[in-house]
């Protein structure tokens, strides 16, 4: 199913994080939603096996972190109306927990839902993904959500 309307990506790239906070956040223009249609969160430099788990989350109030740069993946999609934020050093406050999902850090984690599961942001809402508890050691974190603003 294709999701209607300007398709944008927002990412990180080698961003040492050892502490359980939001590794990416978005929050939604006031008059339009969100829709995530993928994602992923990597490294690249260690090889260490390591289990860890990952938490899609709501907020009321964003988290207070570093301004993510937000590009159109299409030609002339424009400039986002959203907001993004990375690697958020102050929480915010978080109003719904998704069930953790668990990945291997060597191989990194990837959201690709089927139509049926895309995560959507209402109008002004804030939707991040973070850690489900404190890294098992430093990890330098790469990655990006992809979503679609709808109308």
Do not use: H
């Amino acid at each position: 199913m294709q999701v209607y309307g300007k398709p944008y990506r927002v990412g990180l790239t080698n961003v040492s994080m050892s502490a359980l906070r939001t590794i990416l956040e978005i929050t939604a223009p006031s008059n339009r939603i969100c829709v995530v249609t993928d994602a992923e969160i990597t490294q690249l430099n260690s090889e260490t096996s390591t289990q860890e788990g990952l938490e899609w989350i709501r907020k009321s109030v964003a988290g207070t972190g570093t301004s993510g740069t937000i590009v159109g993946t299409q030609p002339n999609a424009g400039a986002s109306g959203s907001t993004a934020r990375y690697n958020c050093t102050a929480e915010g406050t978080v109003t719904d927990v998704f069930p953790a999902q668990g990945f291997n850090i060597v191989s990194g984690y990837r959201f690709q839902p089927l139509p049926t599961g895309f995560l959507v942001i209402p109008p002004s809402g804030i939707l991040g993904i973070r850690w489900q508890a404190a890294p098992e050691a430093a990890i330098d974190v790469c990655g990006w959500i992809e979503f679609v603003e709808v109308g």
